[in-house]
């Protein structure tokens, strides 16, 4: 036996949002964990190369300069050597001449002139820049930079070149900041001739030095300006270099920078190669451990969601990879278990009536479609039985609700003990069932039908005797379609109860047909015209937390002498197309009663397919402030876009939205989405045992979640003991009305002062409003 159909959860999880409204904009993408990891790991290992690198040249730089440094200061030993190699034989050059000199006739002019030849011929052989002589007192013969024997170094050489004795020698800068070598000597007698000479430190003095070394040297006085920078792949250092006269020059040693180039390079080749090779060498690593210990467990896991997601809670992960992953993949195979489970009762009690365990309202007319469909295309027949309790109403006012949820519960043991396995069972509303009968004619299902009124006539009430009233319709015979079927039932049901309730009939035309409108309608109008036959009551909606009152929901009460009850009279005016008008009705009538609390709004309830209606438009004022329409349990109305446009309409008048029956029948998750109420109302057989039921507790906490993210409010109707106001009071319910706090009475009754403190003591002594 088929007791669930098809659970309409998407509305609820679907992110893309409410048929007809527009998708969220989808998230900007986002690369992938590789991308996130590698890039910056590798942007991090080449800016370690980079600066490794630049280390490495920089070190390489400061050894070459540091070779050049002491090339230089080698290249100044050189040059030292050198002037001390050209200060002797300067000095050579100044004792010989000076021993000619003295042996030339100072009085001879002859001789003289042959001196002076010699001294020309001497200095021009030995390339000398200054040769002077003198050739007795107050004379002399010159030859040369005449202004070099005026200086001071000139005149010292000279006073202190003993006779006879070894030559002085000495350097110094020229007037010019030349730099030169002089030597002097004196003869043999002390009134011989003295001889100075003297010399450039040139480019021919240092040749030499250049051609070893490889280098260009240049010596400059102090006083001369700086040196040009030197040519393009040129580096020049320069050296100080002391006279023998105490003052300082510069010796510029100019090199080739071409090893410092070579070496730059060389250290940036060799570190990029091996820096390559590290950067790669280590992203393939992790490359390979990110994907072993991360990627592939993660990617293992988004399988697993996909699978999850498309209802397979069975699917487990293998626990690789990294301890945290690890931890991810047993906490998911743990989730998939729990969810899995929580599904399964989730789905039941989205496809079940919680209250009975039968279908509900919208898994029966699925399963009603499903059949339609495949006796259309199979041509197999089916037949559908509608079974009301008769004058049920009577037992919960007078038994309680507990004992009228007690009798519901055992007609649906009942009514499933007689059905097939294919057959579907469904509670259709308050004390209404279906049966659906897949292959089965209209004298079996009425059969069954009888043999179902008898079974739940053994149902034992206290001063009641429970019966019941069928309506019995056939596919093919009385219609193809599901829904109209569905109609012509309930105008066979109805049929039974005009003709004194406890029967069972089969739809006829000649009955149920346009003349039973007729009846009906004309039913319906005695009501309309009568002023004293409908009458409202109102029930409080107390803040649980405050105990205070809130609201009134407005409830319809028919003639004292009626049987059939609110619900049977609504049933009645929409079967016969008057339902507009009897709402429009009840709503004028409770806008009526006066003096309405301060503060407190007024609950009034409306099917979704009369909103728009001219005869409800009628009676309600153009300011809604303080009125809650509150939207019945029935089906809303497939164009999305005039639902929209009707609830905003009321909205900009002020009025606030409320969903009766939230959780059951009709009143499902998809409902819950497309209403988008002001106040979701959790329904009474939600309630009935959520002190005990943890799914029960988890669904009305899903809706308390809903609502605050929305701004909404939760109130739970059919609250009658404490251990259900505790519950919903831990579940963060706002709102409640039922029994336990105020029976429907006269207009803006109070809730009674000791329940009000009840309410109120809940949180603080809630283990004593529960034992009570």
Known sequence: MVTMGTAVLDPLV?????????????????????????????????????????????????????????????AARFVERTVLQSRARLGEDAARLARQSSAAEADDPAARRRLENDVIDFAIARRLGLVSLTAGPGTSAIDGRADWRRLALARELLRAAPVGGPPATGSTFSPRGEPIILAASAGRRREGRRVLVGRAIDRRMLGEVESSLGVLLQVRAPTRAKAPDPAKGLRTVNLPLRMTDGSFGRLDVTLSARPIRQTTQSALVAVAGVGLFVVVLLIALLSVLLRRSVLDPLGALRRGIERMRGGDYKVRLPLVGASEVRAVSDGFNRMCGLVGDQQGRLHALATTDSLTGLANHRSFHDALATASEASAREGV???????DLDRFKLVNDT?????????????????????RESDVVGRLGGEEFGMLLPAADAESAFGLAERAREAIGGIEAPGFTVDSSAGVAACPEDARDGGRLLELADAALY????????????????????????????AVRVVLDDPGALRCVFQPVVELERGTIVGYEALSRFSPDDEMGP????????????????????VARAL????????????????????????????????????????????????????????????????????????AGYAGLSHVVRVRPDIVKLDRTLVADVHRDQVRFALIEAFVSFARRTGAQVCAEGIETYEQLEALAEAEVMLGQGYRLARPGAPWVGVPAEIADRVRGRGSDGAAASSA
Do not use: M
């Open 495 to 522: 049929q039974a109860k005009l003709a004194g309730r406890g029967r069972t009939c089969r739809f006829d035309p000649r009955v149920s047909g346009p003349g039973a409108v007729e009846e009906r309608q004309a």
């Open 567 to 586: 619900a049977g009279w609504f049933d009645l005016a929409r079967s016969c197309a008057l339902g507009p008008e009897l709402q429009a009705l009840a």
């Open 14 to 74: 679907d992110r893309r949002g409410a048929p007809g409204e527009p998708e969220a904009p989808s998230s900007p993408r986002r690369s992938s964990l590789r991308t996130q990891t590698l890039v910056p790991f590798g942007v991090g290992l080449v800016v370690i190369v980079l600066l490794v690198g630049i280390g490495a040249t920089l070190i390489a730089r400061e050894a070459v300069d540091q070779e050049l440094g002491a090339r230089a200061r080698t």
């Open 381 to 387: 027949p089916f037949a559908l039985i509608v079974v």
């Open 399 to 419: 038994c309680g609700h507990p004992k009228g949820d007690e009798i519901l519960r055992n007609v649906a043991e009942r009514l499933e003990a007689l059905a």
């Open 592 to 663: 009526a009663v006066p003096d309405r609390p301060e503060g407190t709004w007024l609950s009034v309830n409306l099917d979704p397919s009369v909103l728009g209606s001219e005869a409800v438009q009628d009676v309600l004022p153009d300011d809604l402030r303080g009125v809650v329409i509150e939207i019945t349990e029935q089906e809303l109305p497939s164009d999305d876009g005039l639902l929209q446009g009707q609830l905003t309409t009321l909205r900009e008048r002020g009025a606030l939205i409320a969903l009766d029956d939230a959780g």
